[in-house]
């Protein structure tokens, strides 16, 4: 070790002007990430979903849609721990957005003229990626858009505010939103919305009744027809897989990054991080945007999903407060908890209608069960449970690949074969070992050991 | 009584001119002038509620003055948010330990380290080669500060779960990490034992050729600032009573009779104004 050296002390510039990562590897780990989620959600939809078949294809939808959901709350709420209750507020801006883009804008821009006259809604219009679906694609950006700004807006008391206050002003977001499209008109017809302007649009939502007549582009069956030979499915789980692939690449790449490390310090200590040169404020409020942007989506995709009429009932605090214990219970700030979190509570109202109905079997009895009652019940007892045993969450604020298994027999596995290529070294989640390693490798000596700390550990240990 | 007659080597990098702040009728700091040279290290002592801690936060911008003048090489920092002046080069430790706990001991630093990468979010989604090469640099200089304060093999650790000496160090670890000019440590010795104070003292002194850093030190261990301090600042009730070389002030009456008392004069404390929030 070089004892007292130069080389230990220089700036962070300095070094960084002597580092030139290689352009074509660097794209080629940018890339692939988001290729691979790509692939994935492709043969997810391709090949698992009809294994599957309808129902269980569809409740793989619903845990997509719920991972997105659930994942973008996990920004605001897990890493930068600002608590919010009212992110059904966000999904319901981006779910209505998106809405009205493929509904009126199918209208104005795809459908034929003549068909109009009898159309009661909008039917799914292109094949695999054509008009119809990228209009679809453009909705989901658009609702995205609109959700962002909404997270502008809450963002800012949240510089102000804190804890219980905080989740106070959430959801008053939450509950004004729903308000609001409450009191919208009915949709306009097919026929009339040709003449329709903008203002006529966006007063008639569909008010408490819902917004009838969105087309579904996002239902688990691909490429199916009605005996009319009109198309009625399309790629649903494609699309919202791909959402879910690119959302989490780019929430791990956040987690890694400055910015995220910057988040995760205004939630352990906002103090020290505005003291360690943290803008807290930007840092806040640059979370609540990228939330707000992803529950958008994550409404759109919801809004054109099978079996759903966008409805500001079904959107309110108690979706929010859904969205919450996935993550609470997942682990607040861990990207798989969160993901394992939202896959188990989306599966498990249909985990009771099975058992609900085994067990009205063996008694004998041949009625109706509605198991959906005892859902919150359930959710309820799960979470003290959580709090009492784990109250970090599943995974606290790690990620699968920290815990014990994993990071002993998988981990170096994955790093050898891998990690030199796919990605950046700096990026596995750095234990003990791998630091050690990494300053043995520049030092080009024996591992690290302190010099002028003859005992640590030594100290009282005053709390 | 002024900081500016000693004479004094170096050109001033840190200048607070008669800074002033009042907590409703509290005044809890008046008149405090201090000029902090080039790689000078400087000692800020009183007793206890004397209003060092309250010093630290006007110059850190946690609090605002009412009024004086506080200047980073001329540049003036009042008014500043407390992250923009720790972008512009000072730094500090706090007294009541502020480690970012949940995080690894390298993840702390890496934070501090971040805020002078250039990369926004945008590089970061896509990791482009200017992102990689700072992330990569970022720990390579994060676990060399660890190594240099002597904590490298506890890189992964979980801050909270580090013994409190580790701790302390881990703080100076992760303010110089933002590349500071000048470090603001807060009581760097509390609760550690002889020895340690020992290495504590060896190691800040180090630390100012080794990261060209001007230090003000606020300690309550008399013989570490008379030790290792080139000038001290002594205040009581908020009042600059002593300022001078570590010789002049142990001499000085006031100072005695600050730290001493004297009979007849036993002033109730003022209410606890050390704490930041």
Same mark, same amino acid.
Not at chain 1, 56 to 68: C, E, M
Not at chain 1, 424 to 445: C, D, Q, V, W
């Given at each position: 070790?070089?004892?007292?050296?130069?080389?230990?002390?220089?700036?962070?510039?300095?070094?960084?002007?002597?580092?030139?990562?290689?352009?074509?590897?660097?794209?080629?780990?940018?890339?692939?990430?988001?290729?691979?989620?790509?692939?994935?959600?492709?043969?997810?939809?391709?090949?698992?979903?009809?294994?599957?078949?309808?129902?269980?294809?569809?409740?793989?939808?619903?845990?997509?849609?719920?991972?997105?959901?659930?994942?973008?709350?996990?920004?605001?709420?897990?890493?930068?721990?600002?608590?919010?209750?009212?992110?059904?507020?966000?999904?319901?801006?981006?779910?209505?957005?998106?809405?009205?883009?493929?509904?009126?804008?199918?209208?104005?821009?795809?459908?034929?003229?003549?068909?109009?006259?009898?159309?009661?809604?909008?039917?799914?219009?292109?094949?695999?990626?054509?008009?119809?679906?990228?209009?679809?694609?453009?909705?989901?950006?658009?609702?995205?858009?609109?959700?962002?700004?909404?997270?502008?807006?809450?963002?800012?008391?949240?510089?102000?505010?804190?804890?219980?206050?905080?989740?106070?002003?959430?959801?008053?977001?939450?509950?004004?939103?729903?308000?609001?499209?409450?009191?919208?008109?009915?949709?306009?017809?097919?026929?009339?919305?040709?003449?329709?302007?903008?203002?006529?649009?966006?007063?008639?939502?569909?008010?408490?009744?819902?917004?009838?007549?969105?087309?579904?582009?996002?239902?688990?069956?691909?490429?199916?027809?009605?005996?009319?030979?009109?198309?009625?499915?399309?790629?649903?789980?494609?699309?919202?897989?791909?959402?879910?692939?690119?959302?989490?690449?780019?929430?791990?790449?956040?987690?890694?990054?400055?910015?995220?490390?910057?988040?995760?310090?205004?939630?352990?200590?906002?103090?020290?991080?505005?003291?360690?040169?943290?803008?807290?404020?930007?840092?806040?409020?640059?979370?609540?945007?990228?939330?707000?942007?992803?529950?958008?989506?994550?409404?759109?995709?919801?809004?054109?999903?099978?079996?759903?009429?966008?409805?500001?009932?079904?959107?309110?605090?108690?979706?929010?407060?859904?969205?919450?214990?996935?993550?609470?219970?997942?682990?607040?700030?861990?990207?798989?908890?969160?993901?394992?979190?939202?896959?188990?509570?989306?599966?498990?109202?249909?985990?009771?209608?099975?058992?609900?109905?085994?067990?009205?079997?063996?008694?004998?009895?041949?009625?109706?069960?509605?198991?959906?009652?005892?859902?919150?019940?359930?959710?309820?007892?799960?979470?003290?449970?959580?709090?009492?045993?784990?109250?970090?969450?599943?995974?606290?604020?790690?990620?699968?690949?920290?815990?014990?298994?994993?990071?002993?027999?998988?981990?170096?596995?994955?790093?050898?074969?891998?990690?030199?290529?796919?990605?950046?070294?700096?990026?596995?989640?750095?234990?003990?070992?791998?630091?050690?390693?990494?300053?043995?490798?520049?030092?080009?000596?024996?591992?690290?050991?302190?010099?002028?700390?003859?005992?640590?550990?030594?100290?009282?240990?005053?709390? | 009584?002024?900081?500016?007659?000693?004479?004094?080597?170096?050109?001033?990098?840190?200048?607070?001119?008669?800074?002033?702040?009042?907590?409703?009728?509290?005044?809890?700091?008046?008149?405090?002038?201090?000029?902090?040279?080039?790689?000078?290290?400087?000692?800020? @002592?009183?007793?206890?509620? *004397?209003?060092?801690? /309250? #010093?630290?936060? !006007?110059?850190?911008? =946690?609090?605002?003055?009412?009024?004086?003048?506080?200047?980073?090489?001329?540049?003036?920092?009042?008014?500043?948010?407390?992250?923009?002046?720790?972008?512009?080069?000072?730094?500090?430790?706090?007294?009541?330990?502020?480690?970012?706990?949940?995080?690894?001991?390298?993840?702390?630093?890496?934070?501090?380290?971040?805020?002078?990468?250039?990369?926004?979010?945008?590089?970061?989604?896509?990791?482009?080669?200017?992102?990689?090469?700072?992330?990569?640099?970022?720990?390579?200089?994060?676990?060399?500060?660890?190594?240099?304060?002597?904590?490298?093999?506890?890189?992964?650790?979980?801050?909270?779960?580090?013994?409190?000496?580790?701790?302390?160090?881990?703080? @100076?670890?992760?303010?110089? *990490?933002?590349?500071? /000019? #000048?470090?603001? !440590?807060?009581?760097? =010795?509390?609760?550690?034992?002889?020895?340690?104070?020992?290495?504590?003292?060896?190691?800040?002194?180090?630390?100012?050729?080794?990261?060209?850093?001007?230090?003000?030190?606020?300690?309550?261990?008399?013989?570490?600032?008379?030790?290792?301090?080139?000038?001290?600042?002594?205040?009581?009730?908020?009042?600059?009573?002593?300022?001078?070389?570590?010789?002049?002030?142990?001499?000085?009456?006031?100072?005695?009779?600050?730290?001493?008392?004297?009979?007849?004069?036993?002033?109730?404390?003022?209410?606890?104004?050390?704490?930041?929030?």
């Amino acid at each position: 070790m070089t004892e007292g050296s130069d080389a230990r002390t220089r700036k962070l510039a300095e070094r960084i002007a002597e580092i030139k990562p290689n352009p074509a590897v660097a794209l080629g780990r940018s890339a692939w990430p988001f290729l691979a989620a790509i692939v994935i959600a492709f043969l997810l939809q391709v090949v698992i979903a009809p294994m599957l078949g309808g129902f269980y294809a569809k409740t793989l939808l619903d845990i997509g849609i719920a991972i997105v959901l659930a994942s973008s709350l996990n920004i605001v709420n897990g890493f930068a721990g600002q608590f919010s209750i009212g992110h059904a507020g966000f999904m319901m801006v981006g779910g209505y957005a998106a809405a009205c883009v493929t509904y009126y804008g199918s209208i104005k821009l795809l459908m034929p003229q003549g068909e109009l006259t009898e159309a009661i809604g909008v039917s799914v219009l292109g094949g695999f990626l054509g008009s119809g679906d990228l209009l679809f694609l453009a909705s989901c950006i658009v609702g995205g858009v609109f959700a962002a700004a909404a997270g502008i807006v809450v963002g800012l008391p949240s510089l102000r505010l804190r804890g219980d206050y905080l989740a106070i002003v959430t959801l008053g977001f939450g509950e004004i939103v729903r308000v609001l499209v409450q009191q919208t008109s009915d949709v306009i017809e097919p026929v009339k919305a040709v003449d329709a302007g903008v203002g006529e649009m966006v007063t008639h939502l569909g008010g408490p009744l819902g917004f009838t007549g969105t087309p579904t582009y996002v239902s688990p069956t691909p490429w199916a027809t009605n005996a009319s030979g009109d198309q009625t499915g399309h790629a649903g789980i494609f699309f919202a897989y791909s959402i879910v692939g690119i959302l989490l690449v780019l929430v791990y790449r956040l987690k890694m990054s400055s910015q995220g490390r910057a988040l995760l310090a205004v939630r352990e200590n906002e103090v020290a991080a505005e003291a360690m040169g943290v803008d807290t404020a930007s840092s806040k409020v640059s979370a609540f945007v990228l939330a707000a942007f992803f529950a958008g989506v994550g409404g759109a995709l919801f809004a054109h999903s099978l079996g759903v009429t966008l409805n500001p009932n079904e959107l309110g605090f108690q979706k929010s407060i859904d969205l919450v214990i996935m993550v609470v219970l997942g682990g607040m700030g861990s990207i798989t908890g969160v993901v394992f979190a939202a896959a188990f509570l989306t599966v498990l109202p249909e985990l009771f209608r099975e058992a609900a109905q085994f067990i009205t079997h063996l008694v004998g009895y041949h009625g109706q069960v509605n198991t959906d009652a005892y859902r919150m019940p359930v959710y309820a007892l799960l979470l003290i449970l959580v709090m009492i045993l784990r109250p970090q969450g599943l995974f606290g604020i790690k990620e699968l690949w920290d815990l014990g298994f994993w990071r002993r027999y998988v981990i170096p596995v994955w790093r050898k074969a891998a990690g030199g290529w796919l990605i950046p070294k700096h990026e596995a989640r750095l234990p003990a070992a791998i630091a050690r390693e990494l300053s043995t490798e520049r030092t080009g000596g024996e591992p690290a050991k302190s010099d002028d700390s003859p005992k640590p550990g030594a100290s009282g240990d005053q709390p | 009584m002024n900081a500016a007659e000693v004479a004094w080597a170096g050109k001033p990098v840190l200048e607070a001119k008669q800074l002033a702040i009042a907590f409703g009728g509290l005044k809890a700091v008046s008149d405090f002038s201090l000029v902090l040279p080039e790689r000078g290290l400087c000692g800020l @002592i009183g007793p206890n509620g *004397a209003g060092k801690t /309250t #010093v630290f936060n !006007l110059l850190t911008g =946690v609090y605002q003055a009412d009024s004086g003048e506080i200047e980073l090489y001329k540049r003036r920092l009042n008014g500043m948010k407390p992250s923009a002046i720790a972008r512009a080069g000072l730094a500090r430790t706090f007294q009541n330990i502020r480690l970012f706990g949940e995080l690894s001991v390298l993840d702390n630093i890496r934070t501090a380290a971040g805020v002078r990468a250039r990369s926004g979010l945008v590089r970061s989604f896509l990791q482009t080669p200017l992102y990689l090469a700072e992330q990569q640099a970022i720990v390579e200089r994060s676990l060399d500060l660890l190594d240099v304060l002597g904590i490298a093999h506890r890189a992964g650790e979980q801050a909270k779960s580090l013994p409190y000496g580790d701790q302390r160090r881990l703080e @100076i670890a992760r303010a110089l *990490a933002t590349e500071p /000019t #000048v470090l603001l !440590l807060d009581e760097p =010795v509390a609760g550690m034992n002889t020895i340690e104070k020992r290495d504590m003292a060896k190691l800040i002194e180090s630390l100012r050729e080794r990261f060209e850093v001007s230090i003000l030190l606020i300690e309550h261990d008399m013989g570490l600032v008379m030790d290792i301090c080139e000038h001290i600042t002594v205040l009581d009730h908020g009042v600059t009573i002593a300022a001078g070389t570590p010789a002049m002030v142990q001499k000085d009456p006031s100072v005695i009779e600050a730290y001493l008392g004297v009979p007849d004069d036993d002033p109730e404390l003022p209410a606890d104004h050390q704490v930041v929030d």
